[in-house]
């Protein structure tokens, strides 16, 4: 399967991914976000990574911290560092970025 065949898969599977052990309630209610608009589709936000850095998405979450759900999306660089990026599920915003080799990752 394509590399953005998978990920779009993923974006409509994430809640029953992400929240294997929650009960299904939880599951369907975050799926009803995604599908309203509630939740930033997960591709949005790659294709801002991959617009601004080179490398490849190795992993992502979809999870709540301290409240709130957030996208934590993995880049592996060409020179074999990872990024870590955090991005608010709700809005897109930015919330954090950190890693090694993140200067020369850049576009």
Known sequence: MEWKNWLLAFTVFVSPLAFADD???EREALR???ERGEVVPLM???TRIQN???GEIIEVELEY??????YEIDLLTPDGHKIE???DARTGEQLEVKGR????ARR
Not at 65 to 70: F, K, P, S, W
């Open 23 to 25: 009960d299904d309630d």
């Open 32 to 34: 009803r976000s995604v």
């Open 44 to 46: 949005t936000l790659i």
């Open 52 to 54: 601004e850095y080179r």
């Open 65 to 70: 911290d301290d409240g709130r759900l957030e």
């Open 85 to 87: 990026f955090e991005f």
């Open 101 to 104: 080799g993140l200067r020369d």
